[in-house]
């Protein structure tokens, strides 16, 4: 999984196969050491309460929620440039540009 930050955007970007365990398991994460006691996470959640893409922070991170009805219409238009956009509120009167994507370079794994 990738993370892109920038000013006005947060954009996470599944392989395929990371896609599978999200759909599955409810949840895919990852994370960068950034000093021997800190690590910062970031991951995208299945919940059925967020109405579309959702950031959250954590203690040590990122949180993206999504429904598990959205994550699947999403899975279901593959392949597709097209992910998942919107835009929250910052919190100071701006917008957040959201964003899920699937990796096309990735390959599912056709032998299930």
Do not use: C, W
Request: no cysteine; aromatic share 2%.
């Amino acid at each position: 999984m990738n993370l892109r930050l920038s000013p006005g955007s947060v954009r996470m970007r599944l392989s395929h196969s990371e896609l599978d365990v999200l759909l599955t398991t409810g949840e895919i994460s990852s994370g960068t050491r950034l000093s021997p006691h800190h690590e910062f996470t970031y991951r995208v959640t299945l919940d059925d309460n967020a109405l579309e893409l959702l950031l959250d922070t954590t203690e040590n991170g990122l949180q993206l929620r999504l429904s598990g009805t959205l994550a699947r219409e999403f899975a279901a238009r593959l392949p597709s440039k097209q992910g998942i956009e919107v835009q929250q509120a910052d919190g100071h009167g701006g917008m957040l540009v959201l964003s899920l994507e699937v990796d096309l370079h990735s390959r599912r794994n056709t032998t299930r």
